[in-house]
T-cell receptor, first 115, second 110 residues
Framework: NAGVTQTPKFQVLKTGQSMTLQCAQD?????MYWYRQDPGMGLRLIYY???????DKGEVPNGYNVSRLNKREFSLRLESAAPSQTSVYFC??????????????FGPGTRLTVL | SQQGEEDPQALSIQEGENATMNCSYK?????LQWYRQNSGRGLVHLIL?????REKHSGRLRVTLDTSKKSSSLLITASRAADTASYFC??????????FGKGTRLSVIA
């Protein structure tokens, strides 16, 4: 079991470029999440998906879009990257559909720098 | 907006000492969880305590929860250098996603 995997591990973009961060889990979990982590700010929720086919906005969704491709995969897209989106991005998953208070399992993160 | 707030922001202790960090929150919860994050890595779940529990143990970890004060503490006994990490509390409330605090950075000096 790989758990939660994220690609790429590192990425440098220029302002205005687009990219997609990929996340996959092999634990047959229903719920998946995207967070960003900035120094001194803790984790902030960008988007989440309670189950395949559903997505919801979190605390900081502006500038991002998501796709729940299937039960395993949840991608995060930056359509036009801005320096303010420089951050470390984490994907997480949890077991029961819609029961978001369950334990979450995290991927290793993607370090994104926007110049 | 953050629900849980950890205190202190940073803590430095000698190996073998106990480390205590606290978490305060604002609204009613179903459970409270503690996670560890080693530098440059993803978060790892440590322990979950439900709102009807007052204390829980797991190895060298002891967690308490006081719902009347809306606070929790995480005690790591006999700290080791490998315990050096950031520790986050997260509150779970019904069908809304977990809300994480800003974390406590623990340094254990050998």
């Amino acid at each position: 079991n790989a758990g939660v995997t994220q690609t790429p591990k590192f990425q440098v973009l220029k302002t205005g470029q687009s990219m997609t961060l990929q996340c996959a889990q092999d634990m047959n979990h229903n719920s998946m999440y995207w967070y960003r982590q900035d120094p001194g700010m803790g984790l902030r929720l960008i988007y989440y998906s309670a189950s395949e086919g559903t997505t919801d906005k979190g605390e900081v969704p502006n500038g991002y879009n998501v796709s729940r491709l299937n039960k395993r995969e949840f991608s995060l897209r930056l359509e036009s990257a801005a320096p303010s989106q420089t951050s470390v991005y984490f994907c997480a998953s949890s077991g029961i559909a819609g029961r978001h208070s369950d334990t979450q399992y995290f991927g290793p993160g993607t370090r994104l720098t926007v110049l | 907006s953050q629900q849980g707030e950890e205190d202190p922001q940073a803590l430095s202790i000698q190996e073998g000492e106990n480390a205590t960090m606290n978490c305060s929150y604002k609204t009613s919860i179903n459970n409270l969880q503690w996670y560890r994050q080693n530098s440059g890595r993803g978060l790892v779940h440590l322990i979950l305590i439900r709102s009807n529990e007052r204390e829980k143990h797991s190895g060298r970890l002891r967690v308490t929860l006081d719902t009347s004060k809306k606070s929790s503490s995480l005690l790591i006994t006999a700290s080791r250098a490998a315990d050096t990490a950031s520790y986050f509390c997260a509150t779970g409330s019904g069908n809304t996603p977990l809300v994480f605090g800003k974390g406590t950075r623990l340094s254990v000096i050998a």
